[in-house]
């Protein structure tokens, strides 16, 4: 394997399948899968803003803003932040303008099952952590011992279990929104690397 390769996004990779030795068209392909990959990082780490992201794309190939827009969309989980979530998606609608034939509304669509997916998810261990601490208040023994000895041990317990209810609760909420939810960011991936 050729040392750009190893720079390779996964669907550049998967594009380039198949063939036995990369020409200039493929070397392009992964030239532009580096660019990508080095836009979004720096996108991801703040150091590079919305229009600055999109102008570094725009003069790139099709192929191009729709890696980017893949990338995005597997960013995406159901733990994001919301603010996170908003980034990722002004990105995703924004980089969807550059494209000749625009299916906005079709992945606005999407991105609003995703945001619904990640606010039940919240509510759901908002709802555990509450449930739970609640309990834990009402069968908390006293903390302070005859003779005005602190125990720690009881609190120390009840840490721990509420620990292990909250674990308990993001797996429930995991396996009930979690199915939904990748099948929502696999039809918006679709829809952003629909050929035009």
């Avoid at 660019?35 to 600055?52: C, I, K, N, P, R």
């Avoid at 208040?137 to 125990?151: C, D, F, K, L, V």
């Amino acid at each position: 394997m050729a040392e750009w390769e190893d720079e390779l996004t996964p669907t550049t990779k998967e594009r380039l399948a198949g063939t036995d030795e990369a020409g200039p068209n493929e070397k392009d392909l992964a030239n532009q899968g580096v660019q990508v990959q080095s836009s979004l990082a720096q996108f991801y780490a703040e150091e590079l803003d919305l229009e600055g992201l999109c102008k570094r794309l725009e003069s790139g190939t099709v192929e191009v803003i729709r890696e980017a827009q893949s990338r995005l969309v597997e960013s995406l989980s159901l733990s994001s932040r919301p603010a996170w979530f908003r980034t990722t998606k002004a990105a995703i609608l924004q980089l969807e303008s550059l494209k000749k034939n625009q299916r906005t509304k079709l992945i606005e669509q999407q991105l609003g099952n995703i945001a619904r997916l990640q606010a039940a998810y919240r509510e759901s261990l908002e709802k555990a952590l509450h449930t739970a601490t609640e309990e834990e208040n009402r069968n908390r023994e006293p903390t302070i011992a005859p003779g005005r000895w602190i125990s720690i041990h009881g609190t120390v317990a009840a840490d721990t279990e509420l620990a292990e209810r909250l674990a308990e609760a993001e797996l429930e909420a995991e396996r009930q929104y979690g199915g939904e939810f990748a099948a929502v960011v696999q039809t918006l991936r679709q829809l952003v690397e629909e050929e035009d």
